[in-house]
């Protein structure tokens, strides 16, 4: 963070040798003062409008400072305030404490956003459908490309901002507690152990989460490229208990339909195809409803959730818009691969 801060007394000769030496990442410098309160920001652009204006480049940063800047403050879940700061083009974002204090510099490039949630990555199954390759390796740990399977979700979780991060495990579990052992994209995951297999979230209840707010379950499993902050601001606005992460699923019959009534024929619908939305695995859930799981029984995610229907809980579902893979085969394992060798080099071209 120290690199972006430049104390208000700096000359403008100063600014530009910082400027110079961030090259290559975001050229802002934030402008505080000898307390730490910030003052503004400085750019290039700045400072070349002061010096043809005049000023002298042994000058104080203050005679270029750009004053009206956007900020968040600490500890106020602003998802919405960062997004429309985000679609404004600024790329550096500060936090603030109540007294003015840059507390955290958010760069855009590497966070999107911070969003106030905790996650929890399930990965105790067997992946029995993957052998041989999941009888010595846990599926979430398979390589698709350079990375493990589940290091892509965790990626994608640390680049939302979400920092608490609990991965739920069983089967061949001391490879995955050696493989979290260091930190992932920045976040140190913390391992879960069940003592028994306790369905597709029962192991949620193993988790210590706080009374209030909401956490992202999903399968470790997935490549997907889902939007959770659209997913989040969706559940959000909705005042929703659990939202639900779906995929489009199409079902063609090669038959004509006949409509009946009784031992009537009322139409034929030639070949028709019908469309639904699929569970995807992925899901927000407040809290309130995952802290009332049973630790100690075997509870699926379906189940939860028409509990939380029959209860009047708000359910919603939110439709992923891009790539959704769930490996489960080794037909869905190859096309993950090629998916990757895909993306890789398209990058490279």
Not at 108 to 137: D, F, Y
Not at 231 to 249: C, F, K, N, Q, S
């Amino acid at each position: 963070m120290d690199r972006h801060l430049i104390n208000e007394d700096a000359s403008l000769l100063d600014a530009l040798a910082r400027l110079n030496a961030l090259s290559g990442q975001v050229m802002t410098l934030l402008v505080i003062d000898g307390d730490g309160v910030m003052r503004g920001t400085l750019t290039d652009g700045d400072v070349r409008r002061a010096l043809l204006r005049g000023v002298a480049l042994d000058s104080p940063v203050t005679d270029a400072v750009h004053r009206e800047f956007r900020f968040l403050r600490e500890g106020e879940p602003e998802v919405g305030a960062l997004r429309e700061i985000r679609k404004q083009g600024i790329r550096l974002i500060p936090v603030l404490d109540a007294d003015g204090k840059v507390k955290r510099i958010i760069d855009t490039r590497v966070t999107r956003t911070i969003l106030p949630v905790s996650a929890i990555l399930m990965a105790g199954g067997k992946g029995e459908r993957l052998r041989p390759m999941t009888l010595t390796t846990p599926k979430p740990l398979l390589k698709v490309g350079e990375k493990a399977i589940i290091d892509y979700n965790i990626e994608a979780l640390a680049g939302v901002g979400v920092e608490d991060v609990s991965v739920t495990v069983n089967y061949l579990a001391e490879q995955l507690e050696s493989h979290f052992s260091t930190p992932v994209a920045g976040v140190k995951v913390k391992c879960v152990r069940e003592t028994k297999p306790l369905g597709t979230i029962g192991s949620a209840a193993l988790v210590e989460l706080p009374e209030e707010g909401a956490t992202i379950v999903m399968n470790s499993d997935l490549l997907t490229t889902i939007s959770f902050e659209d997913m989040y601001l969706r559940h959000t606005e909705e005042g929703a208990d659990v939202t639900i992460a779906a995929v489009p699923y199409n079902v063609s019959v090669p038959y004509a339909i006949l409509e009946t009534e009784g031992s009537s024929v009322k139409s034929l619908e030639e070949k028709p195809s019908y469309s639904y939305y699929a569970n995807a695995g992925i899901y927000i859930f407040s809290n309130r409803l995952l802290r009332s799981l049973p630790s100690d029984e075997r509870t699926d995610a379906t189940d939860l959730i028409e509990n939380a229907i029959a209860a009047g809980k708000r359910v919603t579902y939110f439709p992923i818009n891009g790539t959704w893979i769930d490996i489960g085969s080794p037909a869905d394992f190859r096309h993950a691969q090629e998916l990757m060798r895909h993306i890789r080099q398209t990058q490279e071209n």
